[in-house]
């Protein structure tokens, strides 16, 4: 995708607009002042974003790239069913956010890489260890990924991310996302595990070196169209934008990976680097806790991110 040389210049650009953002908040769309897991996404979704697309327009575009990138923010996400390694039926969200990167410098998209995100609070030291019971069943299913149901707005059947044959490991489709609190809020990407050290790949540097070209460890690619993994990254994406995004014909049916429009046309439609949605009434959250679920709605979306990497047209 995009060239090694540039990964150093995007990451500071990017960490600088999520460290500034995660201090504010999302202004434009009103919050206030993020201080909880939820209140942190949504300053990353709909704040930061736009954000870094306006901040790595200057260093693409000499280089001959650009990037199309569309966030969509919602509270309500899904809840993921599956057998523990204990024996044990249970049940937690799969993750507070889902970035996914394509790949569309040849003019389609050629290649995806996606990534699962479990926001939380990091200690006062910086890491975190993990002990409470919720905590612990989130991480057996971070690190593990047995086998896996969703809620009936999805696509029936148990989904097993062993199918997945690209390179990389089931432990490279989530990370923990550890943030630091106010005054001076850090995001940090830390792989799962039940004792998590400070420090780690700022979330603006794990970002740009997913785009970087040739890179491992950075998500999991999810290029294809019959594995749980990448059936799974495309069933969150067109889950949440047909929910965000009812009023638009384009979201209507099935999209099989491979379509762009939830990101470049239905979400896009003026042709700028960045569209965002959010689509509960009320203002964004700021706190850990989400607020009460639109009434109107039943759909299980998940907050995404999504990035088009393409060449720039001349």
């Known amino acids: 995708m995009i060239p090694v040389s540039l990964?150093?210049?995007?990451?500071?650009a990017a960490d600088t607009e999520i460290n500034r953002i995660l201090r504010i908040g999302a202004t434009a769309c009103k919050?206030?002042?993020p201080t909880g897991e939820v209140g942190f996404v949504a300053a990353f979704v709909l704040g930061a974003v736009p954000a870094i697309a306006a901040a790595w327009r200057p260093i693409l575009s000499p280089a001959g790239y650009s990037v199309s990138m569309t966030g969509i923010?919602?509270?309500?996400?899904?809840?993921?069913?599956?057998t523990n390694s204990a024996g044990l039926t249970k049940s937690?969200?799969?993750?507070?956010?889902?970035?996914?990167?394509?790949?569309?410098?040849?003019?389609?998209?050629t290649s995806r890489w996606a990534v699962l995100i479990q926001a939380k609070m990091a200690a006062s030291h910086g890491g975190q260890s993990l002990s409470g019971a919720g905590d612990l069943t989130q991480l057996d299913l971070m690190t593990h990924w047995?086998?896996?149901?969703?809620?009936?707005?999805?696509?029936?059947?148990?989904?097993?991310?062993?199918?997945?044959s690209?390179?990389?490991?089931?432990?490279?489709?989530?990370?923990?996302?550890?943030?630091?609190?106010?005054?001076?809020p850090l995001w940090h990407q830390q792989a799962p595990a039940p004792k998590m050290p400070a420090g780690g790949d700022e979330l603006?540097?794990?970002?740009a070196k997913m785009l970087e070209s040739g890179q491992t460890g950075y998500g999991r690619e999810a290029t294809g169209r019959f594995d749980d993994w990448s059936r799974t990254v495309d069933d969150l994406m067109n889950v949440t934008a047909k929910t965000a995004f009812t009023y638009s014909a384009g979201l209507k049916g099935p999209h099989p990976r491979g379509n762009t429009a939830?990101?470049?046309?239905?979400?896009?439609?003026?042709?700028?680097?960045?569209?965002n949605g959010y689509w509960m009434r009320d203002t964004p959250p700021s706190g850990g806790d989400p607020e009460s679920p639109d009434d109107d709605s039943d759909a299980e979306g998940m907050s995404f991110v999504h990035i088009g990497v393409l060449r720039k047209e001349e």
């Open 146 to 164: 047995p086998a896996f149901s969703l809620p009936s707005t999805f696509p029936p059947g148990a989904r097993n991310l062993s199918t997945c």
């Open 166 to 184: 690209y390179s990389g490991t089931n432990l490279d489709c989530g990370r923990y996302g550890l943030i630091e609190p106010q005054p001076t």
């Open 204 to 207: 603006g540097t794990f970002l």
């Open 262 to 275: 939830i990101a470049l046309v239905v979400c896009n439609p003026s042709g700028s680097d960045f569209t």
């Open 7 to 12: 990964t150093s210049q995007l990451a500071n």
């Open 73 to 82: 923010f919602c509270h309500q996400t899904p809840r993921a069913t599956f």
């Open 31 to 33: 919050q206030s002042k």
């Open 92 to 109: 937690c969200e799969l993750s507070d956010l889902l970035v996914v990167v394509d790949d569309m410098t040849s003019g389609v998209p």
